[in-house]
């Protein structure tokens, strides 16, 4: 199976700092679709960001900037000057090409704490 | 307005007996699955559903069964719960299928099965 990997299962980062949360990937496909979720402890998932494969530039959606290195096959998530609202679950994942609803691949998470 | 809705949010029942967890979205998107969510936090698909028409089922036991009566709904009926089968489920939807389909997420329905 295709994997998503993310190498960092929890964080602590100081508020106001910037934060980076790594995720590479496998695939064989040319056309695939990267995107992060986020998961409070509440609960709910919560879409961040999405990157392209064919998109040239990196997403940027305010604070959150995906840093895209197709060679590499990463897609690591940049936050910058992290809040205490930013304490969650993330979790990186790969949508697929072809015409099928094949749902989205997902990454372990990494359990991010900001502190005050 | 709820884009996408789950019912019931919490749901604790007995080994073997038969649950089903709702799902609605009103962003008239053609596209609907639903994951499950194990106790590690890991998400994984279980069905999607293009159109009314089974698309997935991912190595899923039969004692689930998808059903969806329309595009905006899809209901997952479990026979025979057993205890690994609590988790909490989330139900989503998105635009079309396709790798830069954004998924929009149910609240989830953390069930237990006791």
């Known amino acids: 199976a295709q994997k998503i990997t993310q190498t960092q299962p929890g964080m602590f980062v100081q508020e106001k700092e910037a934060v980076t949360l790594d995720c590479t990937y496998d695939?064989?496909?040319?056309?695939?679709?990267l995107f992060w979720y986020k998961q409070p402890s509440s609960g709910e998932m919560i879409f961040l960001i999405y990157?392209?494969?064919?998109?040239?530039q990196n997403a940027t959606e305010g604070r959150y900037s995906l840093n895209f290195q197709k060679a590499r096959k990463s897609a690591n998530l940049v936050i910058s000057a992290s809040q205490l609202g930013d304490s969650a679950m993330y979790f990186c994942?790969?949508?697929?090409?072809?015409?099928?609803?094949?749902?989205?691949?997902f990454g372990k998470g990494t359990h991010l704490i900001i502190q005050p | 307005d709820t884009a996408v809705s789950q019912t019931p949010k919490y749901l604790v029942t007995q080994m073997g007996n038969d649950k089903s967890i709702k799902c609605e979205q009103n962003?008239?998107?053609?596209?609907m699955y639903w994951y499950k969510q194990d106790s590690k936090k890991f998400l994984k698909i279980m069905f999607s559903?293009?159109?009314?028409?089974?698309?997935i089922n991912e190595t899923v036991p039969n004692r689930f069964s998808p059903k969806s009566p329309d595009k905006a709904h899809l209901n997952l009926h479990i026979n025979s719960l057993e205890l690994g089968d609590s988790a909490v489920y989330f139900c989503?939807?998105?635009?079309?299928?396709?790798?830069?389909?954004?998924?929009?997420f149910g609240p989830g329905t953390r069930l237990t099965v006791l």
């Open positions: 989503a939807s998105s635009p079309g299928t396709g790798a830069g389909n954004e998924q929009f």
């Open positions: 695939t064989s496909d040319q056309s695939y679709g």
């Open positions: 990157q392209g494969s064919y998109d040239e």
């Open positions: 994942s790969r949508g697929y090409s072809g015409g099928g609803a094949d749902g989205l691949t």
């Open positions: 962003l008239g998107h053609d596209t």
């Open positions: 559903y293009n159109n009314k028409e089974l698309i």
